[in-house]
C-alpha cells in the first residue's frame, strides 16, 4: 500500500514516520500548511520538516503555497470551528495529492498531537477521501508524542510553541497579556 502522509511539522514527521512506515509499502511525506503564520515560522516548520524527512529516508513533497489571505477566507465565516475547517482544508488538499500520486491511503501527522481536535481530524479526513475517491487512514497516535518531543529535542529539530495560525499564537498569550 502506497500512502502519502500530509506532514504538519518535523517533531510531529519524526513521531509518526515509524508507524506508517510499518504500516506502508511506500510512504510518501507532504508538507502543505498555509495556516502557519507569519512567513517566517511557516519557512522554520518546513525546513524541519525537511530535516526528519531527509533523516528518515521519506521522500517529501511539497506545497509551497502561502496565502493568509486564502487561509482567513477558508476559515472565518464558515460552518463549523475555525480550526475544523483548517483541517478540513489541510487535508482535501492532501487528498488531492494522494490521487495525483497514484497513492492508495492518505494520513496526518495532525493526529499525534493531544491538542489537536481528533474527532475533526477523522471526520474532515474521511470527507476529503470521500470526495477525492481516496482512503483516509486515520491513526491514532497521540501515544507517540512524548517520543517525538524527546526525538526533536536529541535531533536539534525546531518545535513551535503554537498550532501555527495566528489566533492560536493569540491564545498562547492572551491570558498574560489581560
Not at 470526495?131 to 483516509?136: A, D, L, N
Not at 491514532?140 to 498550532?163: F, W
Request: contains cysteine.
Amino acid at each position: 500500500m502506497k500512502t502519502l502522509l500530509h506532514i504538519c511539522c518535523g517533531p510531529c514527521a519524526g513521531g509518526s514516520f515509524p508507524h506508517w512506515k510499518r504500516e506502508s509499502d511506500e510512504l510518501v511525506g507532504f508538507f502543505f500548511n498555509p495556516n502557519i503564520h507569519p512567513l517566517l515560522e511557516h519557512r522554520r516548520r518546513l525546513t524541519g520538516t525537511e530535516e526528519v524527512a531527509a533523516l528518515e529516508g521519506v521522500p517529501l513533497l511539497i506545497d509551497p503555497s502561502y496565502d493568509p489571505e486564502e487561509w482567513f477566507r477558508e476559515v472565518s465565516g464558515g460552518e463549523g470551528s475555525r480550526c475544523r475547517l483548517c483541517i478540513g482544508m489541510r487535508l482535501d488538499r492532501a487528498a488531492a495529492e494522494a490521487v495525483a500520486q497514484g497513492c492508495d491511503a492518505f494520513s496526518t501527522t495532525l493526529s499525534i498531537s493531544p491538542w489537536q481536535d481528533h474527532e475533526a481530524i477523522r471526520e474532515q479526513g474521511e470527507i476529503a477521501g470521500k470526495k477525492r475517491g481516496v482512503v483516509f487512514a486515520y491513526e491514532d497516535l497521540r501515544r507517540e508524542y512524548r517520543g517525538s518531543v524527546r526525538l526533536s529535542r536529541e535531533r536539534g529539530i525546531y518545535r513551535q510553541k503554537y498550532c501555527g495560525c495566528l489566533v492560536s499564537e493569540w491564545e498562547r498569550y492572551r491570558e498574560h497579556v489581560r
